[in-house]
Nanobody
Framework: VQLQASGGGLVQTGGSLKLSCANS????????MGWFRQAPGKEREFVAH????????SYAGSVKGRFTISRDNAKSTVYLQMNSLNPEDTAVYYC?????????????????WGQGTQVTVSS
């Protein structure tokens, strides 16, 4: 599994971005997937996760109602649509493939990680 996150950038408060996480090797269609983020000087933080078939999703309270996680197993890609962004969302965002078919808010439950994509929200 080799995960490649993309789609980050600089956006103003209230703006939107859509992150993508593509897998270039073995299929991830049987893996739960998650997005985490880490801001400078802070610990890694759970953002959202999705089950292998997209049937189960979960979000951190700070992003619920603003972010949407989805996946396209035919493209071996997971997405994170981020709306109503604010400066507190500024961080490096990482995608990860879980050890099981369901995602988790616990980062130790993930076996593979992408390299991260920077999201910066200006005020």
């Amino acid at each position: 599994v080799q995960l490649q996150a993309s789609g980050g950038g600089l956006v103003q408060t209230g703006g939107s971005l859509k992150l993508s996480c593509a897998n270039s090797r073995r299929t991830i269609s049987n893996n739960g997937m998650g997005w985490f983020r880490q801001a400078p000087g802070k610990e890694r933080e759970f953002v959202a996760h999705i089950s292998w078939n997209g049937g189960v999703t979960s979000y951190a309270g700070s992003v619920k109602g603003r972010f949407t996680i989805s996946r396209d197993n035919a493209k071996s890609t997971v997405y994170l649509q981020m709306n109503s962004l604010n400066p507190e969302d500024t961080a490096v965002y990482y995608c990860a493939a879980a050890r099981s078919s369901y995602g988790s808010s616990d980062y130790t439950q993930y076996a593979y990680w992408g390299q991260g994509t920077q999201v910066t929200v200006s005020s």
